[in-house]
């Protein structure tokens, strides 16, 4: 069993800056690409951000130069620091892991998601 959990969410107000956290936890042999993804009312599900095993990352468009990845695999975390946030940056955030289990195959995991609001 693999779960990941997500904190740091709340209302920001334009301009704010948020921390959001994800910790992955279960019977976890190896954790391959973390990401983050973000769904607004009426929305479809989109990419946000990843980060590789090896470090590398990829942003969305949208928030390039504004959010940045890490991890921490010591502690098996993910983190996404967004700054200069916009009211179009409201949506529930969800973390998303592809990790293989020990014993398994690699495969994705999300968490429960985090709300984030910004205000006008």
């Known amino acids: 069993q693999v779960q990941l959990v997500e904190s740091g969410g709340g209302l920001v107000q334009t301009g704010g800056s948020l921390t959001l956290s994800c910790a992955a936890s279960?019977?976890?042999?190896?954790?391959?690409?973390m990401g983050w993804y973000r769904q607004a009312p009426g929305k479809q599900r989109e990419f946000v951000a990843q980060?590789?095993?090896?470090?590398?990352?990829n942003y969305a468009d949208s928030v390039k130069g504004r959010f940045s990845i890490s991890r921490d695999d010591a502690k098996n975390t993910v983190t996404l620091q967004m700054n200069s946030l916009k009211p179009e940056d409201t949506a529930v955030y969800y973390c998303?892991?592809?990790?293989?289990?020990?014993?398994?195959?690699?495969?994705?995991?999300w968490g429960q998601g985090t709300q984030v609001t910004v205000s006008s």
């Open positions: 980060i590789t095993s090896t470090s590398t990352t």
């Open positions: 998303n892991g592809n990790i293989r289990r020990i014993g398994g195959n690699v495969r994705g995991y």
């Open positions: 279960g019977n976890i042999f190896s954790i391959k690409t």
